[in-house]
Protein backbone atom coordinates (compact mmCIF):
# COMPACT_ATOMS: atom_id res chain seq x y z
CA UNK A 1 0.00 0.00 0.00
CA UNK A 2 1.01 3.36 -0.74
CA UNK A 3 2.06 5.96 1.53
CA UNK A 4 -1.01 8.46 2.68
CA UNK A 5 0.23 10.37 5.61
CA UNK A 6 0.56 13.77 3.30
CA UNK A 7 -1.67 13.70 0.69
CA UNK A 8 -1.52 17.11 -1.78
CA UNK A 9 -4.76 17.71 -3.74
CA UNK A 10 -3.41 20.61 -6.84
CA UNK A 11 -5.90 23.39 -6.63
CA UNK A 12 -5.22 25.67 -9.18
CA UNK A 13 -7.71 28.72 -7.98
CA UNK A 14 -6.20 28.77 -4.54
CA UNK A 15 -2.34 28.41 -6.15
CA UNK A 16 -1.89 31.97 -6.56
CA UNK A 17 -1.46 32.13 -10.23
CA UNK A 18 1.48 29.92 -9.82
CA UNK A 19 3.14 26.91 -11.88
CA UNK A 20 0.87 23.77 -10.73
CA UNK A 21 3.90 21.62 -11.42
CA UNK A 22 6.41 24.02 -9.23
CA UNK A 23 4.22 23.73 -6.96
CA UNK A 24 4.08 20.28 -6.59
CA UNK A 25 7.79 19.54 -7.11
CA UNK A 26 8.52 21.85 -4.04
CA UNK A 27 5.75 19.91 -1.76
CA UNK A 28 7.34 16.39 -2.65
CA UNK A 29 10.46 18.29 -1.73
CA UNK A 30 8.81 18.52 1.66
CA UNK A 31 7.48 15.45 2.20
CA UNK A 32 4.28 15.17 0.16
CA UNK A 33 3.70 11.19 -0.13
CA UNK A 34 0.97 11.79 -2.63
CA UNK A 35 -0.26 13.77 -5.46
CA UNK A 36 -4.02 13.77 -6.48
CA UNK A 37 -4.65 16.03 -9.82
CA UNK A 38 -7.61 18.07 -10.09
CA UNK A 39 -8.34 19.92 -12.84
CA UNK A 40 -12.37 21.38 -13.71
CA UNK A 41 -11.96 24.29 -15.70
CA UNK A 42 -8.90 23.49 -18.19
CA UNK A 43 -9.79 20.98 -21.72
CA UNK A 44 -9.03 16.96 -21.70
CA UNK A 45 -5.86 17.78 -24.01
CA UNK A 46 -4.27 20.19 -21.62
CA UNK A 47 -5.23 17.64 -18.60
CA UNK A 48 -3.58 14.86 -20.24
CA UNK A 49 -0.32 16.83 -20.44
CA UNK A 50 -0.21 18.39 -17.69
CA UNK A 51 -0.44 15.05 -15.87
CA UNK A 52 1.99 13.58 -18.35
CA UNK A 53 4.52 16.25 -17.03
CA UNK A 54 3.71 15.23 -13.03
CA UNK A 55 4.03 11.86 -13.53
CA UNK A 56 7.41 12.48 -15.05
CA UNK A 57 8.60 14.70 -11.84
CA UNK A 58 7.26 12.02 -9.45
CA UNK A 59 8.17 8.79 -10.52
CA UNK A 60 12.05 9.68 -9.13
CA UNK A 61 10.61 9.86 -5.87
CA UNK A 62 8.17 7.24 -6.41
CA UNK A 63 5.39 9.54 -5.29
CA UNK A 64 1.82 8.14 -7.04
CA UNK A 65 0.16 10.67 -9.47
CA UNK A 66 -3.62 10.06 -8.81
CA UNK A 67 -6.24 11.91 -11.44
CA UNK A 68 -9.62 12.81 -9.63
CA UNK A 69 -12.60 11.93 -11.46
CA UNK A 70 -11.69 11.11 -14.80
CA UNK A 71 -10.71 7.86 -15.80
CA UNK A 72 -9.89 8.88 -19.47
CA UNK A 73 -7.54 11.12 -18.32
CA UNK A 74 -5.58 8.38 -15.81
CA UNK A 75 -5.36 5.94 -18.86
CA UNK A 76 -4.12 8.01 -21.49
CA UNK A 77 -1.84 9.51 -18.89
CA UNK A 78 -0.94 6.32 -17.19
CA UNK A 79 -1.31 7.37 -14.12
CA UNK A 80 -1.02 5.63 -10.70
CA UNK A 81 -4.49 5.84 -9.53
CA UNK A 82 -7.72 7.31 -9.91
CA UNK A 83 -10.32 9.13 -7.02
CA UNK A 84 -13.79 8.93 -6.94
CA UNK A 85 -16.60 10.57 -5.65
CA UNK A 86 -20.38 9.22 -5.24
CA UNK A 87 -21.74 10.69 -8.37
CA UNK A 88 -18.38 9.73 -10.73
CA UNK A 89 -18.51 6.54 -12.74
CA UNK A 90 -19.42 3.47 -10.83
CA UNK A 91 -16.34 1.82 -8.98
CA UNK A 92 -16.97 -1.54 -10.85
CA UNK A 93 -16.78 -0.23 -13.66
CA UNK A 94 -13.70 2.28 -12.76
CA UNK A 95 -12.04 -0.82 -11.82
CA UNK A 96 -12.67 -3.32 -14.85
CA UNK A 97 -11.63 -0.53 -16.91
CA UNK A 98 -8.50 0.77 -14.79
CA UNK A 99 -7.21 -2.65 -13.77
CA UNK A 100 -6.53 -4.28 -10.73
CA UNK A 101 -2.72 -2.94 -10.06
CA UNK A 102 -3.98 0.27 -10.39
CA UNK A 103 -5.08 2.44 -6.92
CA UNK A 104 -8.44 3.82 -6.93
CA UNK A 105 -9.67 5.50 -3.94
CA UNK A 106 -13.35 6.40 -3.78
CA UNK A 107 -14.99 9.74 -1.56
CA UNK A 108 -17.12 8.81 1.61
CA UNK A 109 -19.48 11.54 2.99
CA UNK A 110 -21.25 9.51 5.37
CA UNK A 111 -21.38 6.45 7.58
CA UNK A 112 -23.83 4.22 5.24
CA UNK A 113 -21.49 4.76 2.21
CA UNK A 114 -18.24 3.82 4.65
CA UNK A 115 -20.17 0.48 4.88
CA UNK A 116 -21.19 0.30 1.51
CA UNK A 117 -17.20 0.79 0.56
CA UNK A 118 -16.36 -1.72 2.71
CA UNK A 119 -18.38 -4.25 0.09
CA UNK A 120 -16.06 -2.88 -2.58
CA UNK A 121 -11.92 -3.64 -2.73
CA UNK A 122 -11.06 0.19 -3.09
CA UNK A 123 -7.40 1.09 -1.55
CA UNK A 124 -8.45 3.57 0.18
CA UNK A 125 -11.35 6.18 1.45
CA UNK A 126 -11.79 9.40 1.83
CA UNK A 127 -13.27 10.96 4.19
CA UNK A 128 -14.98 14.29 3.24
CA UNK A 129 -15.09 16.50 4.59
CA UNK A 130 -13.72 16.67 7.87
CA UNK A 131 -14.31 20.36 8.20
CA UNK A 132 -16.17 22.95 6.30
CA UNK A 133 -14.09 24.34 3.33
CA UNK A 134 -13.85 26.84 0.70
CA UNK A 135 -12.01 24.50 -1.61
CA UNK A 136 -14.84 22.39 -2.35
CA UNK A 137 -18.36 23.98 -1.70
CA UNK A 138 -20.74 20.91 -3.02
CA UNK A 139 -19.55 18.93 0.35
CA UNK A 140 -21.64 16.81 2.96
CA UNK A 141 -22.24 18.01 6.24
CA UNK A 142 -18.53 18.15 7.76
CA UNK A 143 -17.42 14.51 10.09
CA UNK A 144 -15.45 16.42 12.05
CA UNK A 145 -13.18 14.38 14.61
CA UNK A 146 -15.52 12.47 16.21
CA UNK A 147 -16.91 11.43 12.65
CA UNK A 148 -13.69 10.75 11.91
CA UNK A 149 -13.40 7.92 14.83
CA UNK A 150 -16.35 6.54 14.16
CA UNK A 151 -15.41 5.99 10.34
CA UNK A 152 -12.08 4.28 11.26
CA UNK A 153 -14.04 2.26 13.91
CA UNK A 154 -15.69 0.61 10.81
CA UNK A 155 -13.99 1.08 7.42
CA UNK A 156 -12.25 -2.04 5.89
CA UNK A 157 -9.64 0.48 4.15
CA UNK A 158 -7.07 2.64 5.05
CA UNK A 159 -8.61 6.76 5.44
CA UNK A 160 -7.26 9.77 3.87
CA UNK A 161 -9.29 12.82 5.79
CA UNK A 162 -9.65 15.62 3.62
CA UNK A 163 -11.63 19.32 3.91
CA UNK A 164 -10.11 22.07 5.67
CA UNK A 165 -7.10 20.54 7.43
CA UNK A 166 -4.29 22.68 8.10
CA UNK A 167 -1.44 23.18 10.55
CA UNK A 168 -3.34 23.52 13.48
CA UNK A 169 -5.97 21.07 13.01
CA UNK A 170 -3.48 18.09 11.17
CA UNK A 171 -2.06 16.35 14.30
CA UNK A 172 -5.65 15.90 15.67
CA UNK A 173 -6.98 14.78 12.68
CA UNK A 174 -4.30 11.87 12.55
CA UNK A 175 -4.62 11.52 16.40
CA UNK A 176 -8.67 10.70 15.49
CA UNK A 177 -7.24 7.32 13.89
CA UNK A 178 -7.04 8.86 10.17
CA UNK A 179 -4.24 7.23 7.97
CA UNK A 180 -3.12 10.63 6.17
CA UNK A 181 -4.50 13.93 5.69
CA UNK A 182 -5.34 15.50 2.36
CA UNK A 183 -4.46 19.01 1.83
CA UNK A 184 -4.88 21.46 -1.20
CA UNK A 185 -4.74 25.58 -0.40
CA UNK A 186 -2.95 24.48 2.95
CA UNK A 187 0.08 24.04 0.44
CA UNK A 188 -1.51 25.33 -2.92
CA UNK A 189 -1.88 29.08 -1.12
CA UNK A 190 1.39 29.13 1.09
CA UNK A 191 4.33 30.99 0.29
CA UNK A 192 6.59 28.47 0.49
CA UNK A 193 4.81 25.25 -0.31
CA UNK A 194 8.17 23.44 0.55
CA UNK A 195 8.33 24.69 3.99
CA UNK A 196 4.43 24.04 4.27
CA UNK A 197 4.41 20.52 3.00
CA UNK A 198 7.53 19.91 5.67
CA UNK A 199 5.45 22.20 8.85
CA UNK A 200 2.50 18.95 7.60
CA UNK A 201 4.49 16.18 7.48
CA UNK A 202 5.86 16.81 10.76
CA UNK A 203 2.08 16.77 11.96
CA UNK A 204 2.34 13.22 10.51
CA UNK A 205 5.09 12.02 12.32
CA UNK A 206 4.01 12.69 15.67
CA UNK A 207 1.06 10.45 15.63
Known sequence: MFDLRLYLVTDRPASLGRNIEWIV?????????????????????????????????????????????????????????????????PYAMARRLFGKEKIIGLSVENMEQVREANAMDVDYVGISPVFDTATKTDTAKPFGLEGIRQVMAVTKHPAVAIGGINKDNAAAVMQAGANGIAVASAICSAIHPRDAAVELRNKTKSC
Not at 37 to 50: A, G, N, P
Not at 56 to 62: E, M, R, S, T, V
Not at 70 to 75: C, E, I, K, S, T
Open 25 to 89: EEAVKGGVTAVQVREKDCSTRQFIELALRLKQKLAPHQVPLIINDRLDVALAAGADGLHIGQSDI
